[in-house]
């Protein structure tokens, strides 16, 4: 989860909304991919820390699945990334912050809840939340 913190500090540093993602195959106890958003850089509403992670790690393992790794991100993630999620077949989801508004894991839709569900990990979520809440009121309150 550190590392995924040093990946949305870097975000927020950017100007990107402070949101950082790792994914770690813990049974070879290797890091397969870290980042932070990149929406505004790239121009591109679907790059998510956890979507672009989840491109890398699959890329780096040749392999369209992803079971058995597991994603650390320091907000819930958004339907599109639990989806995502969902369809990389990840073993775990840990995340940080709770996301009343836009949250898809234990709010709003509760992705992984819904029968159209095909896979649903292991969800632990509101790892280091008070730290990632401060890391995003900080980011927003500059800009208001």
């Known amino acids: 989860m550190d590392l995924a913190f040093k990946e949305a500090e870097a975000a927020g540093l950017r100007g990107e909304v402070p949101v950082g993602a790792v994914i770690v195959d813990p049974a070879q106890g290797v890091v397969l991919a870290a980042a932070g958003n990149e929406t505004e850089a790239r121009r591109d509403p679907t790059a998510h820390a956890e979507m672009l992670v ?3 790690a699959a890329a780096k393992v040749d392999a369209a699945r992803l079971a058995g790794c597991d994603l650390y991100v320091t ?4 339907a599109m990334c639990a989806a995502a999620a969902s369809m990389a077949r990840l073993r775990r989801v840990v995340y ?6 836009g949250g898809a894991v234990d ?3 509760r992705f992984f809840n819904q029968p159209t569900c095909h896979h649903r990990p292991e969800v632990v979520g509101g790892v280091a939340a ?6 995003l009121k900080a980011f927003f309150r500059e800009r208001r």
Do not use: F, Q, T
């Not at 907000?75 to 958004?78: A, K, M, N, S, Y």
């Not at 008070?130 to 890391?135: N, P, Q």
């Open 54 to 56: 989840i491109r890398a």
């Open 75 to 78: 907000l819930e993630p958004c």
């Open 96 to 101: 940080g912050a709770y996301d009343p508004k």
């Open 107 to 109: 709010h709003g839709p």
């Open 130 to 135: 008070s730290r990632a809440e401060d890391l």
